[in-house]
């Protein structure tokens, strides 16, 4: 699982089991779960999500 790390460390290893895609529509990245499917959350402050596989 990912970890934020301390200050100025950054994030250790990457998200699983998640991706995220860019939805044209809306103009936002969405993160979806990879077992189901499923839609989980929408990035409204702009940008991709951090340490979350990009989709294309």
Known sequence: MAKNGGPGK??????????QSYNPRTGMWTKSN?????FMDT??????FK???RKH
């Open 10 to 19: 950054g994030r250790h290893g990457s998200v699983k089991g998640r991706t």
């Open 51 to 53: 340490g979350v596989t």
């Open 34 to 38: 990879t077992a189901t499917g499923r």
């Open 43 to 48: 990035k409204t402050s702009g940008g991709p």
